[in-house]
Structure formats: C-alpha cells, structure tokens
C-alpha cells in the first residue's frame, strides 16, 4: 500500500506548492480587490485547486489513512501494537514505514519501529 499513498501524498504535496503562492497573494489583497474579476477569478482557482488536494486527502481516508500535514507530507495510519491501538507513522520522502507513535503523542513522539518489533505491529504493509 506505501506505493499508492507516496503517491498521493507526493500530488497532494505538488498541489499545496501550486496553491500556496495564491492564498498569500489572496490574503494580501485589500478587500474591495477581492471583489474585482481578478479577485474572483483568484478565488474560484483557489477553490477548485483546493477542492482537488481535498479529493485526493480523501482518497488516503478510504485507504485507512490519516493525513496530518501537507508541508511535513505526514500521514499516519491506525495499527495495534502488543494489543493496543497506535498509529505507523510515514513521512513524504521516507523509502519505508518505520516509525509509529502512540495515538495521543503525535510526530514528536515518534519512535523507531525496532526489527525485534516489526512482528508485533499489525497493519504495517
């Protein structure tokens, strides 16, 4: 499954670096710059490109996934470790699944998944 959600997670991260530049420029427009075909122009590109990155947040749901950020490229996924529920923990760029956390810690309790340990994870594919 890695394959399919680098995948993703790769056009979701190209999606972000496409919209990124407009929400700033659309933030910094005056108000009544808004109201202009330009401004409306600029934010009917804003929704439809966010309704693509949505698409795709929503194609890594239907796989089980959870995607927790679009500029660390994080997505986690429920597993059961020794009987009780945790998350693996893959990052944009990272060649394997090889960290896991505890449901409630987030990224900054990542831990290493251990060789000695893989066996005792399920759903780590």
Known sequence: MLPLVRRIAEDIAAHWQELEPHIVR????????R?????????EELEARSAEMDALI???Q??????KGVQE???DWYSLYKARPVFLC?????????WWHQVDAGFAGRQR???SQRSAFRGDE
């Open 90 to 98: 893959w990052r944009l760029g990272e060649p394997e699944i090889a």
């Open 58 to 60: 929503s194609e890594l």
């Open 35 to 43: 109201r202009t075909a330009d401004g409306k122009a600029l934010e």
């Open 26 to 33: 659309l933030r910094s427009m005056p108000p009544e710059a």
């Open 73 to 75: 490229g994080l997505v």
């Open 62 to 67: 239907d796989l089980g996934c959870y995607f």
């Open 113 to 115: 998944i251990l060789d």
